[in-house]
Nanobody, 122 residues
Framework: QVQLVESGGGLVQPGGSLRLSCAAS????????MGWYRQAPGKQRVLVAT???????NYADSVKGRFTISRDKAKNTVYLQMNSLKPEDAAVYYC????????????????WGQGTQVTVSS
């Protein structure tokens, strides 16, 4: 099994910064990409940022220039540095890993963390 454990959420004032971390562990066979999604109350879960195993990053338009995704491949950990936070960034942030585990090397599968709450309020 694969486990994703997120940390770093919390309450921050508008204009502030937070850094989210997500560590993947367990019987990981392959990781194609890791990323972050978010879900605000009453809304669908949407992509925030992803990063491939080759290091290519992709961002939602709403966070470009403010958020930075990075990855430590040796630690199977992905980070999301969030700057200039806005009230509309408030949501539950979910870590995602697109890959596989030893019990089922193919096809690739989406694994999810339990989510971490980000609140942006003065």
């Amino acid at each position: 099994q694969v486990q994703l454990v997120e940390s770093g959420g919390g309450l921050v004032q508008p204009g502030g910064s937070l850094r989210l971390s997500c560590a993947a562990s367990g019987s990981i066979f392959s990781i194609n990409a890791m990323g972050w999604y978010r879900q605000a109350p009453g809304k669908q879960r949407v992509l925030v940022a992803t990063i491939t195993s080759g290091g290519t990053a992709n961002y939602a338009d709403s966070v470009k220039g403010r958020f930075t995704i990075s990855r430590d491949k040796a630690k199977n950990t992905v980070y999301l540095q969030m700057n200039s936070l806005k009230p509309e960034d408030a949501a539950v942030y979910y870590c995602n890993m697109y890959g596989s585990d030893w019990s089922r090397p193919t096809p690739l599968y989406d694994y999810w963390g339990q989510g971490t709450q980000v609140t942006v309020s003065s």
